[in-house]
């Protein structure tokens, strides 16, 4: 049976192909789309959903538009890595798909208390969205079957030297979902960097022959030519995907319990998860922390999702 799972982004280049891979593969069964404010505005990112569901022919599952700025802090989006739009690169056609006039929060709240079973929450972006939801209505907590979420690290961080984006964007909202009690797996920095969108990937999606392919393509070519210029990598990690990835199939992304706690209040390192691997500082175990990918099994499943879209829309 497919697991039921709702998305909640900040597309982004590597959230738009989590969207894709949610959308298409068969063990999991996508039931919406919720946008936040992260690598660009709530404006923006909600666009962007909109267009990826578009190019990808994804319809039937509702986009609601969340949070437009963190709980605590200014909102500071990442234009140097995702550019102007949010997903610099390919030239999108107008977007025919529309969003619902529901907020996320509403959205999900009556999502996971109307649905047959228990929902995974997949977020790939600042966790806002999920505080929010998690604050306003603390019944909703059985409803969850777990959160996946991308984001921290059990290393280097990349917005700071100690904390990863997601995170560091708005930490309180961390902080309150990683206290909540709902099981959570954290797909940190230091899995998804193995998930690398090398030339032969690239030529694996141009290589599907479909307009889809070629927009997944020009996606990666544009993340790597600034993962190049910020970072020096050779090939862009493709994130958030790894979190899908991970309820898709466990075997793709091993992970070990650990305890994790948001640093709040560190002058260098607020926003940095701090992940008690072993058990040095006796934290309670809150988390299953992600420490390898599979990155064939991985990519496979990413390339035959596009696959799939791509053979719809063709
Ligand atoms: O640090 C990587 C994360 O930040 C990814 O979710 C990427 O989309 C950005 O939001
Ligand atoms: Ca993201």
């Known amino acids: 049976m497919p697991v039921p799972i709702i998305i909640d982004c900040d597309p982004g280049h590597d959230d738009a192909l989590a969207i894709m891979l949610a959308a298409a593969d068969p063990a999991v069964d996508l039931l919406a789309i919720t946008t936040v404010a992260g690598n660009q505005t709530l404006a923006k990112t909600t666009l962007n959903a909109r267009r990826v569901c578009t190019v990808a022919g994804i319809t039937g599952v509702p986009i609601a538009p969340g949070c ?10 990442a234009d140097d890595v995702h550019g102007e739009s949010g997903m610099d690169g390919p030239r999108f056609p107008e977007p025919t798909v529309d969003a619902v006039p529901e907020h996320a929060v509403d959205l999900i709240h009556r999502i996971l208390t109307t649905h047959p079973e228990p929902v995974t929450l997949v977020p790939t972006a600042p966790l806002t969205n999920i505080a929010l939801l998690l604050t306003r209505h603390p019944d909703v ?62 030529a694996r999606f141009e290589g599907l022959g479909t307009d889809l392919g070629r927009v997944c393509a020009e996606l990666m070519t544009f993340f790597a030519s600034t993962y190049r210029r910020l ?33 709040l209040r560190g002058q260098y390192t607020r926003g940095a998860t701090v992940v008690d691997l072993h058990r040095s500082l006796d934290l309670p175990v809150n988390a299953q922390v992600a420490v390898a990918v599979d990155a064939g099994l991985f990519w496979d499943r990413m390339i035959a999702a596009v696959a799939a879209l791509g053979s719809r829309t063709a």
């Open 231 to 263: 970072w020096g990598f050779a090939s862009p990690p493709l994130h958030d995907p790894v979190a899908v990835a991970r309820v898709i199939d466990p075997a793709i992304v091993r992970c070990v319990p650990a305890g994790v706690v948001v640093e």
């Open 68 to 77: 437009d700025r963190p709980l605590l802090q200014p909102l500071v989006v």
């Open 141 to 202: 907590v059985p409803y969850i079957r777990e959160i996946v979420l991308m984001g921290g690290s059990t290393e280097r961080g990349n917005r700071t030297p100690a904390a990863e984006f997601n995170i560091q964007t708005d930490p309180e909202a961390a902080d309150i979902v990683f206290r909540s009690g709902v099981p959570i797996t954290m797909c940190g920095l230091n899995a998804t960097h193995q998930a690398l969108a090398t030339p032969e990937v690239v």
